[in-house]
Antibody
Framework: EGHLLESGGSLVQPGGSLRLSCAAS????????MSWVRQAPGKGLEWVSS????????YYADSVKGRFTISRDNSMNTLYLQLNNLGAEDTAVYYC????????????????WGQGTMVTVSS | DIQMTQSPSSLSASVGDRVTFTCRAS??????LNWYQQKPGKAPKVLIY???TLQSGVPSRFSGSGSGTDFSLTISSLQPEDFATYYC?????????FGQGTKVEIK
């Protein structure tokens, strides 16, 4: 069915940077769009960023545009999220998620999620 | 950008109850609407996609309906494992907006 495992979350100071990774297994990674979704403590889900199957199409929420960069390495079956200029508002659990259907230019429901990795921005 | 508004924000119900909650889009989204269930400390799980298609493995007591701007998720007979928070989400084109969630609590 597929499996996702995030890593890279940690405590970072305001203004700092971090790179999150999401290792995929048991599905043909390059066929699917992938996304990052975050959840601040006690809050709801917030879509952060998505990337098409080849990596050529990237999309961002306004709240992270210009600070976060999504990328993927299909040879390594890994999704990344580079987080720069972090602020307290970025404190959250970050989930990676897979689209339900192979990418054809539109996005679908997220059928596989990782367990999440915690990013805490604090001095 | 499309905004998604869920109601109510929380509800109390008993095991065996039929419960329905709604999600409204700020503009027509056809049937590009998904429902997720999230339990504390866990990743969300997709229940319904394309407004009314039950995801494989999800119990048939869950059903979704709607199109355009108004959508609903119904649980026909609430089970103990169904107490959770439910989110709707628009997916087709970005931003892939989530609603703010409906928390289902035990009465």
């Amino acid at each position: 069915e597929g499996h996702l495992l995030e890593s890279g979350g940690s405590l970072v100071q305001p203004g700092g940077s971090l790179r999150l990774s999401c290792a995929a297994s048991e599905f043909t990674f390059s066929n699917y769009a992938m996304s990052w979704v975050r959840q601040a403590p006690g809050k709801g889900l917030e879509w952060v960023s998505s990337i098409g199957g080849t990596g050529g199409d990237t999309y961002y929420a306004d709240s992270v545009k210009g600070r976060f960069t999504i990328s993927r390495d299909n040879s390594m079956n890994t999704l990344y999220l580079q987080l720069n200029n972090l602020g307290a508002e970025d404190t959250a659990v970050y989930y990676c998620a897979k689209d339900l259907f192979p990418f054809n230019g539109r996005f679908d429901a997220f059928d596989i999620w990782g367990q999440g990795t915690m990013v805490t921005v604090s001095s | 950008d499309i905004q998604m508004t869920q109601s109510p924000s929380s509800l109390s119900a008993s095991v065996g109850d039929r419960v329905t909650f709604t999600c409204r889009a700020s503009q027509s989204i056809s049937t590009s609407l998904n429902w997720y269930q999230q339990k504390p400390g866990k990743a969300p799980k997709v229940l319904i996609y394309d407004a009314s298609t039950l995801q494989s493995g999800v119990p048939s007591r869950f059903s979704g309906s709607g199109s355009g701007t108004d959508f609903s998720l119904t649980i026909s007979s609430l089970q103990p494992e169904d107490f959770a928070t439910y989110y709707c989400q628009y997916t087709y084109k970005t931003p892939l907006t989530f609603g703010q969630g409906t928390k289902v609590e035990i009465k």
